[in-house]
């Protein structure tokens, strides 16, 4: 039994080598891009609806996270598609691997929302800026899985979060604008490189 169960560790252990050296094609453009609109979309609602955002905080942010929720299920549907069309037996190992890299990000930017809310709550304009740095971690991570242009939207994102955070410092207000921009954009380039790319020798060595 002793035997079996180290058979069976080694044999996870080599598919994960192998799936760690694997160009990951979980990701469609199509779909990358339209999260690219979700969150230029929420960003006109709360324009148009939302009066007050500085003052509404967590109407504010309850929006973007229903935004996140919609895009990462929009995400994860065809991640499981894709992975399971273009990876067969390795598509556990691949879709784990991808969620391994951007969950550090995830949960840091959640816990930093809810401790600046509790504790802070005055300096909640510096979290668009922050989420915006957070996301180009957990880009800058996938970098070795996805094709190596794909460095070019984690830089997009680390600049664009110093910039609102920059910007924001001057009136300290949040605008749906601040979020709904740098997203849009990041998530059209994202999906460019992604098409252009086609997940194939660029993420080889």
């Known amino acids: 039994m002793r035997d079996l169960d180290k058979a069976l560790a080694d044999i996870l252990a080599i598919r994960s080598q192998i799936a760690a050296g694997t160009a990951f094609r979980g990701y469609g453009p199509a779909t990358v891009a339209a999260t690219g609109g979700i969150a230029l979309l929420t960003a ?16 504010f942010f309850a929006g973007w996270a229903a935004a996140a929720l919609l895009s990462g299920t929009l995400i994860w549907i065809e991640m499981l598609a894709r992975s399971r069309r273009h990876h067969s037996g390795l598509a556990d190992a691949m879709i784990q691997q991808a969620f391994e890299q951007f969950l550090p ?77 740098p997203f849009a954009v990041g998530q059209l380039l994202m999906a460019a490189l992604l098409h252009f790319a086609s997940g194939e020798n660029d993420a080889e060595d």
């Open 44 to 59: 006109i609602l709360q324009f148009l609806w939302l009066n007050d955002p500085t003052g509404q905080p967590v109407t």
């Open 105 to 181: 990000p995830g949960v840091a930017g959640l816990l930093l929302g809810i401790m600046l809310w509790k504790f802070a709550p005055e300096t909640l304009w510096m979290l668009p800026g922050l989420c915006q740095v957070l996301v180009s971690l957990g880009v800058f991570a996938s970098v070795r899985t996805l094709p190596r242009s794909i460095a070019f939207g984690g830089a997009w994102y680390f600049l664009s979060g110093f910039t609102v955070l920059l910007l924001a410092s001057q009136n300290h207000l949040l605008s749906p604008w601040m979020m709904g921009v």
